[in-house]
């Protein structure tokens, strides 16, 4: 079992256990696609993004040079993405 930190890897501690992503996020060139998937991450985008942001349907369109910004703010409110 490997030591470091890989939302993209099982734990190994429960084969029956899926982890739960809150967000799914597709990288798309200039725009990555935030796609809500849970309860919580909607909760996050009604109380976090400004009412002006861009979607492209269900999920928000975000500047690459933002992406990082947001996916820290992500993980400081306790979500988790996963790369669709």
Known sequence: MS??????????????????????????????????LTPAALRFLSEHIEDNAQYFGDSLAVEHRYVYALLLGLREHGLKAVRA
């Not at 930190?5 to 990555?32: H, L, Y």
């Open 3 to 36: 030591s470091h930190n890989d939302t993209f890897a099982a734990s190994g501690s429960s084969p029956t256990e899926k982890p739960v992503f809150d967000f799914g996020v597709r990288d798309e060139g200039t725009i990555w696609l935030f796609t809500p």
